[in-house]
């Protein structure tokens, strides 16, 4: 071979994996786990000694944890509609469980398809109606309650293309079990606590530990098949269970933590102030797409990246 072929061939060959290089970074895979009706303060890692929550709490200590995130309501439906749409639940028209949205409305399916990415959801559904949310793939929970853990594994082991999807579970929403590992005095008690939901705090441990194993399965799923560097993997709660359907703090805000090998600093908090709306076009802005002008949020992709700064 001659040198200038062989510079050449160097080049070319740089050239490529420069451009692979580009693609990986510029299109991450996305992996949303929403837990149900759990407050921000019953994790270990939000200040909780004695639930049961070692793998949001691992997740946490790999990525940023956030401390003012909230959706716009303490509802299911709502709060998940704020997610896939990027808009309040009086916009989208899902303003009242059980609620659509309004038809033929955009939502994270159709805008990340058309970037090339497959969409899918992994477990409770709750957002209506099928018309505007057609999902690449659909996975139904396991008896109306599990996650369907082992047809989320055979799609991971096989896509080829850049996918998002979100992993719903339905822990630890109740019913709460009448026979838990707790008792009474395992109990922490956090500041607002009052009404009858203190006695089923021992089922709702349970449910939280129950969740936790589940995650650390999705987690098991996404390393063994080496999605780690290449995906951000996100866990929020759709809302605390103590403020459901008020107005109230704890309803509110919502635990969230990111993980962005590469990109998140490792162990890191932010205290910007951030809704759920804003997710849609953060997912956007990072993989280069257009952000619509009607959308509610704003990507807070810098925030990630180390910027104090609200956006």
């Known amino acids: 071979m001659k040198t200038s072929q062989y510079y050449l061939y160097l080049i070319l060959l740089f050239s490529f ?11 991450p895979n996305f992996i949303f786990y929403l837990a149900d009706d759990q407050d921000l303060l019953d994790y270990g890692i939000y200040g909780n000694p004695k639930v049961h929550t070692p793998a949001v709490d691992a997740l946490a200590k790999e ?38 949205v309004k038809p033929n409305l955009k939502t994270v399916i159709d805008y990340m398809k058309a ?62 079990p009448k026979i838990s590992e707790y008792t009474n005095e395992d109990i922490y008690r956090l500041p607002y606590d009052r009404g009858n939901f203190r ?18 399965r999705v987690l098991e799923i996404v390393e063994i098949n080496g999605l780690v560097d290449n995906s951000i993997f996100i866990y929020a709660s759709d809302h605390g269970i103590s403020g459901k359907w008020g107005v109230s703090e704890q309803g509110l805000k919502v635990p969230f933590i990111v993980r962005w090998p590469g990109v998140v600093e490792a162990n890191s908090v932010s205290e910007t102030m951030l809704n759920f709306v804003d997710i849609l076009p953060t997912f956007l802005d990072i993989i280069g797409a257009d952000i619509p002008q009607d959308l509610d949020g704003k990507s807070f992709q810098p925030t990630l990246k180390g910027n104090t700064r609200r956006f």
């Open 17 to 27: 994996f420069w451009l692979q290089a580009q693609d990986s970074s510029t299109s």
């Open 63 to 100: 990525g940023m944890r956030f401390t003012n995130f909230y959706t716009s309501q303490a509802i299911c439906a709502p709060s998940r509609s704020q997610i896939f749409t990027g808009m309040y639940p009086l916009k989208n028209g899902c303003m009242a469980n059980h609620l659509p």
């Open 115 to 176: 970037e090339g990415y497959e969409v899918v959801l992994a477990g409770k559904g709750h957002v209506k109606p099928n018309s505007v949310f057609q999902w690449s793939k659909y996975f139904k929970s396991v008896d109306n309650r599990y996650l369907p853990l082992d047809k989320l594994e055979n799609y991971l082991e096989n896509i080829k293309k850049p996918f998002c999807v979100f992993v719903t579970s339905d822990f630890p929403h109740g019913p709460y």
């Open 199 to 216: 006695k089923l705090k021992t089922g709702y441990y349970q449910n939280i530990r129950d969740d936790n194993a589940q995650l650390e």
